[in-house]
C-alpha cells in the first residue's frame, strides 16, 4: 500500500476497552436481535490490523484497517445523530462503490436509521421521486453525482469529494461525529432492539410504473450475509473486488458477508475491465459479484487471460447461458450461480452434482444455468400454479420440468414490505392473510404466506428451479409456448454471439413468432460485415437443430447495443416497441 | 461400502414432492423460526443420494444416503407422536455414537420434542435420577446400555441392537411410524411455531451436586451449528469422524453442523485409537472433534503417522497445552481450539493471527490456547470483576493478561436454563434482573443479564481470553495465585510427561503447594522405572527455568492413571481427597 496514505485524525481509535454497543435493557441473556452491525465490531476486535478496505484507483487513494475503519462507521453514526437522526430515519446515499457507501452500509444501521441505497445511473426525476418518497432526512452523496440531486432541497446534504483527507466535507462530517461522541465509543450507542426492524431500502428500477421501496430486515440481512459467506467460503485470506454496485439490493448483501468472512475489499467507482483484469492478476482477488452482462465483458475484455488462481464469481440478476459458464471457466473462473431479486439477498442457488462430472461441457453448463435450489438460510422457494377461480391456495407445480408455473418465496430472507405501499406488499404476497403477533411489546401486523417473484419457471424432477421467464417473456407460437430465455440459451453458443435477446413479434399466421437481437463477437464483426443475411441464415441454422419448429427464431437482427436499464438489465420492454414498429 | 446392506423398506423414500413440514398458520412471510432440523430436510432435497451417515465397524455395518437418513427421520418422528409423545415431551436417548442418537437430533425436534440425551458412562443410580428429573416419556436406548435402566419403569423402552435391519425393535418402531404416516410425509407433521423452544436437554456431569439439567433453544442450536459449519469450514466435501460423544453437550452442535455442511458422518461407538486411525488413513476423514486428553491418545497411538491430507480438529473441554498443539501440527492435524460448556456450544475461538506465523512453535501454541475471541453467531464473552458489595454491575477486567475475573456471556447460543430447576437458573445468571417480552402470542420470563461460566481468565490487550482455573484449581502458594492451569501447561512441555494434572496440597510454611500428578509417555516409562525420585527432580527443574518460584510443584507423583469424569474430564475432586490425605 501506498505510505502517502493517513487516515484523519479523527478515523484513529483509541485504545479501546471493549468494542461493544449499549445492550437494549430487557432483553433476556439468551437472545440477541440478529444484526449485521455486529460483524464489523467483531472484526474489529480479532483482526484489528488486517486490511479491511481499499480504495486505490482514484486521485486519492486510501485503505483503511478494520480498527480503523470501525472507528470511522463509529464516527458516521455519531455524525447522523448529532444531525438529527433519529431511529428509523432514512438516509439516502448516493455514490458509486466508495468508502462512503462501504461506511453506510455499517454505520447509517448504527445509527439505528435506515440506509436509502439510490442507483447512481437514475435521472434527476427518478431521484428526486426517491427522495421524496423515503422522505429520507439527510443525503450522503458523491462528488460526481451531485447533479442527480433536484435544485431546492430541505434536508441537509452531504458532499464526499471522495479523498479520505481533511478537508473533504465528508471527513469533516465524520470528525464532527467524532467529537460530538466525546468518546463515549461504541457503548455511547444503543445496539437496535429490535430484529425486525429495517435494514435497507432500495427502490425497483422499475421497467414499468414508479419504482417500489424495498424494506429488508436486520433479521434476513444478517442471515443472508452468513449464508453468502458461508456459500461463497468467504475467509480471512479471501479479498473481494466491487464490481457489483453496492447500491444494487445492498449489494447482494456481501457488503455484510465479506466483513463477516474478515475479508479484505477493494472498490471499483465504475465497471473498469482492464481495471479489473488488473486487479484479477495482482491484487490476490478471490470472490467477485456481478450479473451475466458484467461477466460477458469481463470474459471478452482484451486483457483477459488464463489465471494463476481460481477466482469465484456469484452470478445472479439473470441465468447465465451455457457459453458464459464455458467462457468463465475455461479462464479459471468458477461460477456460483445464485438467484434473488431486489425483494430479498440470494435466494436459490445452482449446487453442483458429482454426477454432472461426467457430462460434456454442454450439457453441464444448461444444468449450472438452473437456479437451484433454496440458500443455506433461505426457507422456502416454490413453483406454483396461478391462482385458480380465485381461489389463492398455493399448488406447486409436477416435478415435470415441464410445468410452467410462478416462483414463491418465503422465510427470513424474504423482504419486509414496499416502504409506505400497503396496496403494493399485499398485491406482493399470495395465499396468505393479515395476522399479527406481538414481539419486545410491539404489535405487528403481517402478510402471512409467501413473496410472489412474478418470475416463471419449471422444477425438475430434482427439485431444482429453473426460470423459463418472466410471464411477459413467453412467446405464443402457433398456440405453443416459447421460452425466450431458453431461445437466448441455444443462439447463445453460436461461436458468433457475445449477447442475445429474443422478444415475440407479431405474426399473421403463428400470432407471435421470436425476434432476435444479437451482438455480434468483437472477432466476428468482420467476418460478418455487410453480410448479416448470411448470418442470419446461419444462426436459424444453428436454431433448427437445437429447438422445436415454433421456438426457432423467424428474424435476426444484428445491433450494436441492447438497451438496458441502470442496473444491468435488458430492457425487453423497449425491444417490444421497436418489433411493434415493424 | 458393501452391498450386502439394504435399508428397510420403510426407510425408502416415495418419490416425494417435496420435502417441507406443514407451515404453523400466522407466520409472516418473512419470518420463519429457526430450527436446525431444517438442515436434513434441505440436505436430502439437494444431494438425496449423497452418503449422510456410515456405521461400518459393527457387526451389522449401516450406510444411508441423505435421503433414506432423512425418510427414517421421519418415521421416528411419526413413530414418537404414535407413542403418545407430545410436543415438549422429553425423549431420554441412551447410545453411544451410532444412527439411534444421530437420528434423535432430528427425529425428536421433527415430533416438536425435547431429546434428553444421557451419558452413558453414568452409573444406574445417576441414569435413574435424570430419567425422573426429566420426566422423560419415552426412552430409546442401545441394547449394550439397558443394564443402566432402573429395574421398573412406568415409560415405554425402545431398544436398539444397532443393526438397522428387520426385525431390530428400533427398526420395528420405525416401520410403525411409517405405517402410522399413512404417506403423509413430512406435510403431515407441523414446523416448531416457536424457535426459542427448547432444542436439547443434556445434564451437566456434575462433579459436586446433582447433575443439572441444561436447555438450549432451537434459534441457538440453530446458530450455533451454522457457525460450527462456517467455523470449521464444512462442506460437501468433507467427511467428519465421530469420536465425541453425540450426548456430551448435543455432539457441541456437530450433529446438525454437518447435516448443513452436506458432510458425510462416520459414527464409531467407542474411542477406539486405532479404528480411528484406521479411518484416517483410509476414510477421507476431514474434520473430527475432542477433548485435549482424547487428543493425546489419537497422537500417542502406535499407528499414527503423517496424515496424507491435513484433518482439521475440534478441541474443546479445556485448554489444549502447547506441546499437545505441536504432537497434532507435526503429523498433519491441525487444531481449531474453541471455548464451550455444556450450558451453550462452542462459544469462542481461537483465531490464529498472521503475525504468529513468525513465532517459534512453543510460542505459537502458547497463543494458540487461549480460549480467543466470540464465535461467528455468538455474542458478548467478557471477563469480570466478581460481584462487589452486592453490587452485581458487570465491570470488565482490564486487558492487561494479568487481572483475573470470571468469564460470562450473552447471546443466542446461552442456554435457556435449567431444566426445572429455577433457583439455579436464577443463580447462573449475573448483572441483569427478571423481565418479560411477548412473542407469538405467548408471554415469556426470562432473566436479562450474563450467564457466569465460574471460569476464571484474564483478557489480554489484545481482547483474547485466556482461561486461567476455574475458581478452585487457583493454588494460593505464600499469598501469590498460582493458576493451575499454566503450571500444567509448563509440565506438559516436558519431553516424558504424556499428561499432567495439578492440584493445591496443604504446606505448612507457604499455605498451598502445586502437587502435580504425571503420567509418561509409553516410551518414557522403562526409562524412569524405580527411578520416579530422580525423574521429580528432573520435572521441578524444568519447572524452575519456566515458571516463577511459587508455582514451582513442590511434589511430583508418577501415576499409571488420572481420574476422569464419564465425560473425560479430569477430576480434580477426586485428586484434592488423595493429597489431603497426604
Redo the contacts between chains.
Sequence with gaps: MPSTFSPTPASIPPKS??L?LR?P????????P?NPL?FIL?AA????D?LALVHSDVKYPVHYSFAVWCQRIQNLAYALIQAGINPGDRVAVIAPNSPLIADAHHGVLAAQAVPCLINTRLKPSEVAYILDHSASSIILVDHEYTHLLPPTLKVRVIVSNDTGRSGDPYEEFLSSGRAYSQERGWAGLEYNPDE?APATLCYTSGTTGRPKGVVT?L??SYLAA?AN??ES?I?LESTYLWILPMFHAAGWTFPWANV?GFATQITLRTVDYPLIWKHFLNSAVTHYCGAPTVQIGIVNDPAAKRLPRPISAIVAGAAPTASLIASLEKIGIQPIHVYGLTQYGPFTRN?A??SWASLSPQDRSTFMARQ???F??A??A?VVHPPKDGDDTLV?V??DGKTVGEIVT???????EYFRDPEATAKA?RG?EI?F?????KL?F??????NTGDLAVIHP??AIAIVDRSKDIIISGGENASSLAIEQELASHPCVLEVSVVARNHVKWGERPHAFVILRPKSIAKWKGRHDAFEKELKAHAKGRLPGFACPEWVQVVDELPKTSTGKILKVDLRKIVAKL
Design positions: 476497552p471493549r461493544a445492550q435493557k430487557g432483553l433476556p441473556a439468551n437472545f440477541q440478529l455486529q467483531r476486535e480479532i483482526y484489528p488486517k425486525n430486515t433479521r434476513g452468513v459467506a458461508y467460503r475467509h463477516f449446487f452434482q458429482p437451484g435450489h433454496p443455506a438460510t426457507q422456502d416454490r406447486d409436477p416435478r418465503r422465510g427470513n430472507i424474504v423482504m419486509k404476497f396468505g395476522d403477533y406481538h414481539i419486545l411489546h405487528i403481517w402478510s402471512t404466506g409467501s413473496f430434482d427439485g
